[in-house]
């Protein structure tokens, strides 16, 4: 079939083929009969062959036209099924969209922006990848991710970070710690006391390594987990210092915490996507909707 043929053309032969009425044909496709004619007409010049005979009295296919038939058919409904695709996505009604994003923020704030979400646009399918910072930016980077949340910047050719959120820091202990009375806490205060350690590739151990530095907290336990420290903390086994928005992991009777600030203790998230393309329709509208929900 010629590249150059358009679906308003087909949409003609079609009309002529099932009405076999120039007349009737040209009315279903809401032009005048001699523009319907022309429009057949160069329909014809443009496959190269003569694709209906008529006649004052009928109207009907050559053989031409019927081998043309199936064709043109099969054309106008992918060429209709990829537009009404392309319509439900712009209006949300299908899509699908990846976050990637720091496993404190997936559990204790992301759940209830996704809901208010999802209630809106209902039929958008969601992936959410709750991973360290350095996997939130390659995923994206991998395009497994449409956007990310991340303690660490990216300024890149193909990706872009602009400031989401702060986070301050707080010492977490069992309650009764003797720390807890103090009224201000320095880094040096909490060398004496067995501490509860995130691991060294989390960027709340990086933060918290770059605030003390030279100094070393008394390691006792490193983890993986956030819901682990809470454990260890929660039965004394040590202290540890949490970013604010990991507290609702530490909401338990037996566990106190007092806000730190010590200079450069602060953690900075950015929301990070692709500079060298853009968004689809649902991916923009989920980045939209991070955007107004931040604190």
Request: proline residues 4%.
């Amino acid at each position: 079939m010629n590249a150059r043929l358009h679906t308003h053309q087909l949409r003609a032969f079609l009309h002529l083929a099932e009405l076999k009425s120039f007349t009737r044909a040209a009315a279903a496709s809401h032009l005048s009969q001699p523009a319907f004619s022309a429009l057949i007409r160069a329909l014809e010049a443009e496959v190269g062959a003569r694709l209906f005979d008529r006649s004052t009295r009928y109207v009907a296919l050559t053989i031409e036209g019927r081998e043309f038939l199936g064709g043109a058919q099969r054309v106008l409904n992918e060429m209709e099924a990829a537009l009404a695709s392309v319509r439900e996505r712009v209006e949300l009604k299908r899509g699908r969209v990846a976050l990637a994003l720091l496993p404190s923020l997936a559990a204790g704030w992301l759940p209830d922006v996704l809901a208010a979400f999802h209630a809106e646009f209902p039929d958008i399918e969601l992936d959410v990848f709750d991973v360290l910072s350095e996997n939130c930016i390659e995923s994206v980077r991998s395009g497994r991710a449409d956007i990310a949340i991340a303690a660490t910047r990216v300024d890149t050719p193909e990706l872009g970070a602009e400031p989401f959120q702060t986070d301050e820091f707080f010492l977490v202990a069992r309650r009764g710690h003797p720390l807890l009375g103090r009224a201000k806490l320095k880094p040096r205060d909490l060398l004496p006391f067995d501490f509860i350690h995130l691991s060294r590739d989390s960027s709340v151990r990086q933060y918290l390594d770059a605030a003390t530095l030279p100094l070393q907290m008394r390691t006792l336990i490193e983890v993986d987990q956030l819901a682990t420290v809470m454990g260890m903390v929660r039965a004394g086994l040590g202290i540890s210092v949490v970013p604010a928005l990991t507290l609702f992991h530490f909401q338990h009777p037996d566990i106190e915490t007092r806000l730190l600030r010590w200079p450069g203790l602060r953690r900075s998230i950015y929301l990070i996507k692709r500079r060298d393309r853009g968004l689809s329709v649902a991916a923009d509208a989920l980045y939209q909707r991070l955007v107004d929900a931040r604190k």
